[in-house]
């Protein structure tokens, strides 16, 4: 398995290009399902995780045929032979669920493989499926699948009223019901920008989508969808862990693309920590304000709070920040590994439960870490950035899940990083 090693102590100054959204592409795909017609996406990121959709989706009879080098996915599925998501990829990619609303709603039945959990929690799905039991699929689960079912005339509108926000569950719904009889009606629904991007291109397909981006949303179904073309939303995931970037090493470094609507709670909270953030027409420029970081309080939420996907990054920036700052994970039940790695980098970090204790130390040292999963690796790296000598990450195929060309971009602003190929 490759490896990644940086060397630390170098000042960081030039541009990083920044990609289109893993998460909003993760369900931008299965929309594909909904329709006959081809769906065009533009601004697609490069990673494993597409290449996985892409699979899934041809398993089903779609055809996903990436162009201009990956960056455009064209994608038709006007004759499904499938409905089957199975366990071999679902495993590796929970995100698999995001075909059960699509197939349910074109087909009217579909046969998807649980997730299963993932290192970051259980991570259920029931959401997902009380949502479409609203409207009226009947759920069956045996043997590790979820055996689904529309009623004859085809699932029909109904009320959602979700006990706690899940941008999945919001996701599945969503699309499934862009084509059910009647009017659909989400409560407490995800609020996050992947959403609304989904509700633009499903309404470019001709959906009938109002208050995406609110807590209420609501839908009145159509017949049938035509086919779009999509350019997929800036990550603002991707976009925060870089801006973290000059923070963590020194320097001044312009995000392009950057667009601070998508992480205002995430750039408030550098701000207090002593990032100055520049917006302008190309992008997002970022630096310390005056020298050093204070220590900040965290508490991850649904947008448009703090978001969970940069929690393991923001504590990488802290273990350097002068103070005692506590960092609260209020999404996922285990979402503090790479704290235990941080730690073997000379970090201060007291873990209790949901709730993690950072006191700044001068500097980190570099290490042998290991990365547990997709945003753990990369807070590593960050790590690695501001720790004197040299840092090696283990297990870089978490990494490939969702940054694409990591190595290149931060050499791009002068970080000493190599990509040890393993002869495994
Ligand atoms: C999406 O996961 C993202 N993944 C995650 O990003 C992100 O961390 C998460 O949203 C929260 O923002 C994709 O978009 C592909 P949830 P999702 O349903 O939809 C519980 C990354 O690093 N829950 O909003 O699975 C769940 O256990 C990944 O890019 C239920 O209890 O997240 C969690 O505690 C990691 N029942 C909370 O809700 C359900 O049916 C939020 O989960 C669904 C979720």
Redesign the pocket.
């Known amino acids: 398995m490759d490896s990644i090693n940086v060397t630390g102590g170098r000042a960081l100054e030039g541009t990083i290009p920044i990609a289109g959204a893993?998460?909003a592409c993760?369900?931008l795909m299965p929309a594909t399902l909904l329709s006959e017609e081809p769906l065009t996406l533009t601004n697609a990121p490069r990673l494993s995780?597409i290449r996985t959709m892409s699979r899934l989706l041809a398993s089903l009879g779609a055809e996903v045929s990436p162009l201009s080098d990956g960056l455009v996915l064209a994608m038709s599925s006007h004759a499904l032979n499938g409905d089957r998501a199975d366990y071999e990829i679902v495993r590796k990619m929970?995100?698999s669920i995001?075909v059960l609303g699509p197939l349910l709603a074109r087909l009217g039945h579909a046969v998807v493989s649980l997730p299963g959990g993932c290192a970051?929690?259980?991570?259920?799905?029931?959401?997902?499926?009380?949502a479409l039991e609203a409207m009226g699929a009947k759920l069956d689960l045996r043997d590790g699948y979820v055996h689904a079912k529309a009623p004859a005339g085809g699932l029909r509108g109904g009320d959602v009223e979700f006990p706690?926000?899940?941008?999945?569950?919001?996701?599945n719904a969503l699309m499934a019901a862009t084509l059910a009889r009647g009017t659909t009606r989400l409560r407490n629904a995800?609020q996050?920008p992947?959403i609304v991007d989904l509700a633009r291109c499903l309404r470019a397909m001709g959906a009938q989508i109002a208050g995406e981006g609110t807590s209420e949303i609501e839908v009145q179904g159509v017949d049938r969808l035509h086919g779009a073309t999509h350019r997929v939303v800036t990550d603002r995931?991707e976009l925060g862990t870089y801006m973290l970037a000059p923070l963590i090493a020194g320097g001044e470094v312009t995000l392009g693309g950057g667009r601070r609507d998508l992480l205002e709670a995430f750039c408030e909270r550098i701000e207090a920590a002593g990032a100055e953030v520049r917006q302008d027409a190309t992008g997002l420029t970022v630096r310390r304000a005056n020298g050093a970081l204070r220590a900040v309080d965290v508490a991850t939420e649904?947008?448009p709070g703090f978001?969970?996907?940069l929690q393991a990054q923001m504590m990488a920036l802290l273990c350097t920040a002068e103070g005692k700052s506590v960092l609260e994970e209020r999404?996922?039940?285990n979402r503090f590994m790479h704290a235990p790695e941080l730690v073997r980098m000379g970090a201060c970090i007291d873990v209790q439960g949901g709730q993690a204790t950072v006191t700044g130390v001068e500097r980190l040292r570099g290490a042998p870490v290991m990365a547990t999963?997709?945003?753990a690796s990369v807070s590593l790296i960050l790590a690695g950035l501001a720790a004197e000598g040299e840092t090696t990450v283990s297990r870089v195929y978490h990494l490939d899940?969702?940054y694409e060309h990591v190595v290149a971009k931060l050499r791009g602003v002068g970080a000493r990083i190599e990509r040890v190929r393993a002869n495994d």
Not at 164 to 171: H, R, Y
């Open positions: 893993k998460n993760l369900t995780d929970r995100a995001l970051i929690g259980a991570r259920p799905v029931d959401l997902h499926l009380r706690l926000v899940s941008v999945g569950a919001t996701e995800a996050e992947e995931i649904p947008f978001p969970t996907d999404i996922f039940e999963d997709l945003r899940r969702g």
